[in-house]
Nanobody
Framework: QVQLVESGGGSVQAGGSLRLSCEAS????????MGWFRQAPGKEREGVAA????????YVAGSVKGRFTISQDKDKKTVYLQMNSLKPEDTAMYYC????????????????????WGQGTLVTVSS
């Protein structure tokens, strides 16, 4: 069973940067996709970015494209979300998740097809 442990959230001023990490265990790394969803207060959870752990394919939501980058270290079984030029509207709880295809990160998550979730890490961006 896949287990995900996140780290790296925090508070930053607008224009700043943060990097989130998500370490996986309990499965063969490289046979699924991992990525991030976020949920702001009063809003639905939405997909942010994901990566195929067996290759280089990625998905990045339009709202963060050009500012957020997803990458991985296969040896460490860890996926990273580098967030630059942060805006107050990026404030949310960020959740790492694992699933079989990148398309699961488009829009809102389908819990029936995602295999695992992390505990969440809070990102707060002040203006």
């Amino acid at each position: 069973q896949v287990q995900l442990v996140e780290s790296g959230g925090g508070s930053v001023q607008a224009g700043g940067s943060l990097r989130l990490s998500c370490e996986a265990s309990g499965h063969t790394y490289g046979d699924n996709c991992m990525g991030w969803f976020r949920q702001a207060p009063g809003k639905e959870r939405e997909g942010v970015a994901a990566i195929y752990t067996g290759g280089v394919a990625t998905y990045v939501a339009g709202s963060v494209k050009g500012r957020f980058t997803i990458s991985q270290d296969k040896d460490k079984k860890t996926v990273y979300l580098q967030m630059n030029s942060l805006k107050p509207e990026d404030t949310a709880m960020y959740y790492c998740a694992a699933g079989p295809i990148l398309g699961l990160w488009v829009g809102s998550p389908d819990p029936n097809h995602l295999d695992a979730w992390g505990q969440g890490t809070l990102v707060t961006v002040s203006s």
